[in-house]
């Protein structure tokens, strides 16, 4: 049988599973914003070689400035189709590609009222707990931790499912921009232009 906690351990237990919640929900915004910025990738390969990633969010953009670019760019209805595109006076060459995976509707719209579900869920943690969390009797304390596992259990799945798709984009994103190049160089072989060589190779992988 185990022993009784004294209400200090008790109340240090409440406060370590409030740091278990805030570094979840971090988890879960950085899987999101490591899923757009490596959703795309547009190719200037001449004049001037240059990668950019067309959808990566600001750096300090919060969960839930993320839900509407998610659903735009990773979880869309309909991805766009690959494209090389030439400009007609032959000057600029580049390309854009993009990864996506194709929901219904229906699947959309359930995941962006989970994620809605995530933000209210965070925002009360961070600025509305001391309304709420009562930690004056060990009672009390069992009832809060297990209060803030159950909050993240019901959201485990989102971070898994973004875990998931984001496992491959490193590499399938390099292997995109070799295809790409390869791409700009016939195009650039038949308009006369010599694209240059991009100045790293897109091999980035998720903070």
Not at 6 to 14: D, M
Not at 63 to 70: A, F, N
Request: hydrophobic share 40%; proline share 7%.
């Amino acid at each position: 049988m185990s022993a009784i906690p004294t209400l200090s351990a008790a109340q240090a237990e409440v406060h370590a599973e409030i740091g278990r919640s805030l570094l979840f929900f971090q988890s879960l915004e950085r899987a999101e914003k490591d899923l757009l910025r490596l959703s795309g990738r547009t190719v200037i390969a001449s004049p001037t070689p240059k990668i950019d990633s067309p959808a990566a969010p600001s750096p300090k953009a919060t969960l839930g400035q993320l839900i509407d670019p998610i659903l735009e760019h990773v979880l869309r209805e309909a991805p766009d189709p690959d494209r090389v595109v030439l400009p007609s006076d032959g000057t600029h060459i580049s390309a854009a590609f993009h990864f996506g995976i194709e929901l219904s509707e229906e699947d959309r719209e359930s995941i962006r009222l989970r994620l809605q579900r995530a933000v209210a869920v965070r925002n009360d943690l961070v600025h509305h707990s001391l309304d709420w969390l009562k930690i004056g009797s060990v009672e009390q304390c069992q009832t809060a931790c297990d209060l803030l596992r159950r909050e993240r259990a019901e959201f485990e799945s989102l971070l898994r499912m973004f875990q998931g798709i984001l496992a491959p984009l490193p590499e399938l994103m390099r292997r995109g921009v070799i295809e790409v190049l390869n791409q700009l160089q016939a195009k650039s072989d038949s308009a006369g232009v010599r694209p240059a060589a991009p100045t790293r190779s897109d091999t980035t992988t998720p903070a």
